[in-house]
């Protein structure tokens, strides 16, 4: 691996017309990492993504491929092989005759370029398609052989355009493992755009959150989720609930916030002053039903609306009247001995420990509106 | 509001049966959802229910009303396209209104109406926006409030969260359901996302191939999936092939390519071949210190922190993968390359005939 | 894991088998790659644009502007001139109208039944474009004017004599075909699920149609109705076949070149050229703004509607119009050509003897007319047609462009000529062959643009974004991805080009002063300037009627090998 990091942005914005698609992003990949760019629809992912590919070229600020600038070079220059959403196949072209495109069109012989074409195919295991046309195939088929297309180049950079969006969904939690293996194997950097926090969260190194052109956070995954810098990254990366209200207490390493008339939530840390507004929110994982009642911190009581299936969770929301609505996430085998399922309409009770308790600035817009509920 | 009744329904598209004698009966108020892979039929049997297809035989009975031959507009019904299609050239509210429109009824009454549409879905939109300055998921509760002013009888959702974000759709889904509930009408959901069909559903339908594979509670499918193909599609699982060493006072005794596994069942003969199929949560791994050639133990491939649960890829010394997901209990995991063995929890292995057509064609997904 | 990261450029002395033709692409490839070969492209398909296909006929007739205001001194003069202009936009706005109420069924019948007949009727209603104009003319001035026609059928009271009622059944008959094929094109890409969400609304089929499919589909509308209205405007030779005494802005134009009066031509073309492209420019502009109505449904009455009585009897209605006032009309022709096959007619002509000698030249210089126009046509619009449909330049630029490409199709041809004559009389000497050149390759540009645009407009920008990242330079792009995918545009326009072509009419007129060329020598049969028998005309017309049958089923057969 070099040291040179395989693609900079320096302080890049793009506008089109009045809009600011990318506001001032600054970004450093090194070389060989998986990195997703996160983000809801509209963020300006597809953008940014384009603006790395050449495709497009920033409005101001400059991009570094390798170590060079390359901010306004073609993208036929570039050596960044980019896959497109709806993966572009070339519909004339049998499959082997689009994954030679790349090597034919930098100049290697025909020869060469279909040894290379069928190398690819044979590690995206569809040697024995080499002679269909790209609409004979299935979508997995298809995302695979757009794969190969790109990789075929030999170009130390992939650009992926929710490459999985147009998967089913069981078939895409299968194929995000594969296609990270693929990467690793060939030790190619790789930008992996996604709406999908599950998706990126399983299979990035580090994980860049964007939001309405910026980036909100740049972490590893665990960092993303242990760590989040705002209520919108925490419920956007995982869910969470949330409660707002003041600091009415604040010790050494505790601080006490009141969220409702005669109940407080317990927080460790310090970070914010004595009377300021906050929001004090919990993963619903680390929120906890116990169905007897005890002098706990952080416990209260509540109605089992309702319980459903959610992975290797049960997902209970419960009732605490004037203080809302929360949902809890309980292991399943634990849920089923606890029998919470014939437990609706119960009264039970609700615990999240003081160290799972994040606090946040209350921020300027609407908590709803922060969170993009709509 | 009436139970439904599909009897026997049967459409086929040039060379392919997209439904084979499909039969379904759904209760008053339920909310089912239809899953399967693409291609399994669902699609076309919510277009047969609503008319949109004409079936080639069978019936379909709303309460005692039979609407086999009746189009789409005397059926009485709610329906959501995956494309959303909301009329470009309305507003939203004029979209919501549309369904009072072709009754005959507009003025002031139908407009009132239509703003009590749009306080239930909570949706807060002023009324010269159109469809186009909506976001994605803005755009489909519209489209629902529209469904929704028609008075259906009986609603009927064609993947209608397939268009969004996961995260959007990951909060929408629960909206739906609960408006469906208090309403208080019947809906069937047609999905290929088991994780939202799962979370949302009274009960659940499989599909593969234009059949019904198997219908039951979320909880029932999966927990106890009586075919294979259900385990593979509702959730994940670890398919393990053996043979049957012994079986009898309710334990089974499987041989692994070498290794031995014991768990509580019946039903299965000596020397049978058998496929186990065990959840990722119900694989418990634990580090192993210990030299010995132990049995189920092997090295960490891979191990994930996806948020909330640790997924770890085990590969055992017998040459089987295994894949574990348990939730994440803040310990460190075991690290990558380190060995481990694993356990499985009680009643988290289920067993199967091995398929007469080979597993891979049984658990095939697509 | 990196060990090929070197390797994405091939090794300067690789063993190939590269050819020498190879070598030139790849060299030619490399070269596109910069900004000035890039604007070197586009700059020579403007200026094409603007010299040959777009200055000329809009401008050229400003070339005579002290001339054309002579009319004013010679009010008969003017006013018949006034009368004429009026005809022609009459006639066209009612004619396109009424095609689109006639047409749209017919449409919609092709594209929705799920009946047998729908690929038939498909066919048959192209059946217009497939007759030359001038075969047309004849075809319906014989069939509704002369005694064979529909008068054996119904009665002689049923004859019509030439003037505006044949102007307006002829300019029904064709410009009929382009509505259906609009029409069909933009129902065929129409997202049906509109109509059906409509319906599971409750919504009749009538009422789903009207309020929610028929206001999508406006733009197609708008854009049938001005192709039906430019065709109608336009038309020039078998208009003057069938006109009589009446004059529309065409005949008149012919009647004065014929007369020698010059102002009178002039301020006719001037103004026709004038009101043509701002009644063009301003329904485009305009009219996606216009509302349709509605909003009022009637339930029981709209439920009455979309009965599958009602549908039936619509259809009945549609195929009677189609058939008495389209396809017959279009093919009586053969009768006459066939009869020309046992009176000795067709020995004459092979033998070229008589009138026949002329025939085959003037069918020689059509041909070779249009051959040249349409190679220019090829040659220099495809750089404009990637210009329009990848927007290079801007929206803005390209937007203008997508406009002023159109224009020479709503002028009319003999309007158009006469500009044209005047821009390059006045300024050079040119061959008269060269001349007409110019002339027919400005109004078939037009069709060959729209076609590739069309096409390269389908295929997805990210097909060429992938490509380009993959190392294709713009050239390579262009060869190997672009071109082939377009393969079927670029015939289609073609050959739509080349038959235009042949068929041109009215510019010829304006412009020709020794040659003619053989629709033109048609007319002159037909009006009598040059005596020919009833079965030589029909045998004339017979035989550029197969031949443009020939090039269509050149079409459909390549395309159906694509």
Request: proline share 5%; charged share 20%; net charge neutral.
């Amino acid at each position: 691996m070099t040291l040179l990091p395989s693609i900079r942005l320096i302080d890049v914005s793009k506008t089109f017309g009045r809009i600011k698609a990318i506001h001032n992003v600054s970004l450093q990949i090194a070389d060989g990492e998986y990195v997703c760019v996160l983000g809801p629809t509209g963020s300006g992912k597809t953008t940014l993504l384009r603006l790395i590919a050449g495709l497009t070229y920033p409005t101001s600020g400059s991009i570094e491929l390798d170590g060079k600038p390359v901010t306004f070079v073609q993208p036929e220059d570039r050596n960044a092989a980019y896959v497109p959403q709806q993966y572009a196949l070339f519909p004339h072209m049998t499959v082997r005759e689009n994954v030679a495109f790349g090597p034919l069109a930098r100049g290697f012989t025909p020869e060469e370029s279909l040894r290379t074409a069928d190398e690819m195919l044979k590690l995206v295991r569809l040697s024995h398609r080499a002679a269909s046309f790209p609409h004979e195939l299935s979508g997995g088929m298809q995302q695979r052989i757009a794969l190969a297309r790109g990789l075929a180049g030999r170009s130390p950079l992939l650009l992926l355009d929710e490459p999985l969006g147009a998967i089913d969904a069981r078939l895409r939690v299968i194929l995000r493992y594969q296609l990270r293996r693929l990467a690793k194997d060939l030790g190619v950097t790789v930008v992996h755009v996604t709406h999908d926090q599950q998706e990126a969260m399983s299979i990035a190194d580090r994980i860049a959150v964007l939001r309405e052109g910026a980036i909100e956070q740049f972490d590893h995954p665990a960092d993303i989720y242990g760590a989040p810098t705002s209520p919108f990254l925490a419920n956007f990366v995982g869910g969470a609930n949330f409660l707002e209200g003041t600091v009415v207490r604040k010790e050494l390493d505790v601080t006490l916030i009141e969220v409702a008339e005669g109940f407080s939530v317990t927080s460790s840390g310090n970070a914010h002053p004595l009377g300021g507004a906050v929001v004090a929110s919990f993963r619903q994982e680390r929120t906890s039903i116990l169905t007897s009642a005890s002098l706990e911190e952080n416990l209260v009581p509540g109605k089992l609306v309702s319980t459903s299936l959610l992975g290797v969770f049960l997902r209970c929301v419960v009732d605490l009247g004037r203080i809302g609505e929360i949902v809890a996430k309980v292991p399943l085998r634990e849920a089923l001995q606890q029998r919470l399922p014939d437990r609706v309409g119960d009264v039970i009770f609700v615990r999240a420990g003081r160290e799972a308790v994040l606090v946040f600035s209350r921020p300027e817009r609407a908590l709803a509106v922060e969170l993009e509920a709509f | 509001m009436p139970d439904i009744r599909i009897v026997n329904v049967r459409k086929e598209f040039r060379d392919v049966l997209a439904l084979n004698d499909v039969s379904l009966e759904i209760r008053d108020r339920e909310y089912v959802s239809i899953i399967g892979p693409s291609g399994c039929g669902k699609s076309t049997l919510l277009k047969c229910l609503a008319g949109i297809i004409k079936q080639d035989s069978g019936q379909i009975y709303v309460g005692d009303r039979e609407v086999t031959a009746l189009p789409p507009e005397e059926r009485h019904l709610g329906y959501m396209f995956q494309e959303i299609a909301l009329f470009p050239h309305m507003s939203a509210w004029d979209n919501v209104g549309y369904g009072p429109r072709v009754r005959g009824e507009a003025g002031e009454l139908a407009r009132q109406f239509v703003g009590q549409i749009m306080e239930m879905t909570r949706l807060n939109i002023a009324s010269d926006t159109y469809p186009d300055e909506l976001s994605g998921g803005a755009k489909q509760k519209t489209a629902l409030a529209r469904a929704i002013a028609a008075e259906p009888q009986l609603m009927l959702l064609d993947e209608p969260l397939g268009a969004l974000d996961a995260h959007v759709r990951g909060v929408l889904r629960y909206e739906l359901r609960r408006l469906v509930k208090e309403l208080g009408l019947t809906a069937i959901h047609v999905t290929h996302d088991q994780e939202e069909a799962m979370s949302i559903s009274d009960r659940l339908v499989i599909m593969k191939a234009g059949q019904v594979v198997e219908v039951g509670t979320p909880l029932q499918l999966y927990l106890s999936p009586k075919r294979l193909f259900t385990a593979n599609f509702l959730g994940e699982a670890n398919f393990i092939e053996g043979t049957v060493e012994e079986s009898n006072q309710g334990q089974i005794t499987v041989s692994v390519k070498g290794w031995k596994l014991n768990f509580a069942g019946s039903g299965f003969v000596k020397g049978e071949r058998i496929v186990l199929a065990v959840r990722p949560e119900s694989v418990i791994p634990a580090p192993d210190d210990q030299q010995s050639d132990r049995e189920w133990t092997g090295s960490v491939r891979d191990h994930l922190l996806l948020g909330d649960c640790m997924r770890i890829e085990i590969e055992l010394e017998n040459g089987t993968e295994i894949v574990s997901q348990i939730p994440n209990s803040g310990l460190q995991p075991i690290k990558v390359g380190e060995r481990a063995r694993i356990d499985f929890a009680k009643d988290g292995i289920i067993p199967y005939q091995f398929p007469a057509q080979g597993l891979d064609l049984e658990l095939a997904l697509e | 894991m990196r060990e090929e990261s070197g390797k994405s450029q091939p090794p300067r002395d690789s063993k190939s088998s590269i050819t020498l033709w190879t070598r030139v692409l790849l060299s030619l490839d490399l070269a596109s790659g910069s900004r000035n070969t890039k604007i070197l492209a586009y700059a020579v398909g403007v200026l094409f644009f603007l010299i040959i296909v777009f200055v000329p006929p809009v401008f050229g007739i400003l070339l005579g502007w002290s001339k054309i205001f002579e009319v004013v001194w010679y009010p008969d003069l003017l006013g018949r001139a006034a009368s004429a202009i009026l005809a022609s936009f009459t006639i066209a706005v009612t004619v396109s109208l009424i095609d689109l109420a006639a047409g749209l069924p017919l449409a919609w019948f092709i594209v929705r039944s799920r009946s047998t007949w729908a690929s038939t009727i498909d066919t048959l209603a192209n059946i217009p474009f497939i007759v030359p104009t001038v075969a047309l003319g004849y075809s319906v001035l014989t069939f509704w004017g002369g005694t064979q026609g529909i008068s054996s059928l119904l009665g002689p009271e049923f004859v019509f004599s030439p003037g505006w009622q044949m102007i307006v059944l002829l300019h029904f008959a064709f410009s009929y075909p382009v509505i259906v094929r609009v029409m069909v094109g933009a129902l065929e890409g129409y997202k049906e699920v509109y109509e059906t969400a409509a319906r599971t609304l409750g919504a009749s089929a009538f009422t789903a149609v009207r309020t929610v499919s028929m206001p999508l589909l406006k733009p197609a509308l708008i854009a049938a109705f001005l192709l039906a209205f430019a065709r109608s405007l336009s038309e020039t030779g078998a208009t003057v076949m069938v006109a009589g005494a009446f004059e529309n802005g065409p005949v008149f134009i012919r009647n004065a070149r014929l007369a020698g009066l010059e102002s009178p031509l002039l301020f006719v073309s001037f103004v026709l050229i004038i009101a043509s492209s701002f009644f063009f420019v301003g329904i485009r502009i305009f009219a996606p703004k216009a509302r349709l109505p509605i909003s009022a449904v009637r339930p029981k009455l709209e439920k009455r509607s979309s009965s599958r009585a009602a549908g039936n009897l619509r259809n009945l209605i549609t195929f009677f119009i189609f058939a008495l006032f389209v396809i017959i009309p279009s093919l009586f022709v053969v009768f006459p050509s066939v009869g020309a096959i046992s009176d000795g007619t067709l020995q004459a002509a092979v033998a070229g003897t008589g009138i026949w000698s002329t025939y085959w030249q003037s069918v020689g210089l059509s041909y070779s007319i249009a051959l040249a126009a349409t190679a220019l046509n090829i040659v220099a619009g495809l750089p404009v047609s990637v210009l329009i449909a990848r927007r290079r330049g801007g929206i803005v630029v390209s937007g203008v462009f997508d406009t002023l490409v159109n224009i020479p199709i709503v002028v009319p041809s003999i309007a158009l000529g006469v500009s044209i004559g005047m821009f390059w009389g006045g300024l050079t000497q040119i061959p008269e062959f060269w001349l007409l050149v110019f002339a027919h390759s400005s109004i078939t540009y037009t069709y060959f643009v729209r076609s590739m645009v069309a096409s390269i407009e389908s295929i997805p920008t990210e097909v060429e974004d992938v490509a380009r990242t993959l190392g294709g330079k713009p050239l390579t792009v262009f060869r190997r991805l672009t071109m082939p995918l377009s393969k079927y545009a670029l015939l289609a326009g073609a050959i739509m080009a080349f038959t235009r072509s042949v068929d041109e009419t009215g510019a010829t007129l304006a412009v020709a002063k020794k040659l003619t060329t053989a629709p033109v020598l048609m007319v002159d049969w037909v009006r009598g300037t040059v005596p020919a028998s009833s079965s030589a005309i029909g045998l004339g017309l017979g035989i550029l009627v197969l031949t443009s049958f020939v090039s269509l089923l050149v079409l459909t057969v390549a395309t159906r090998r694509m």
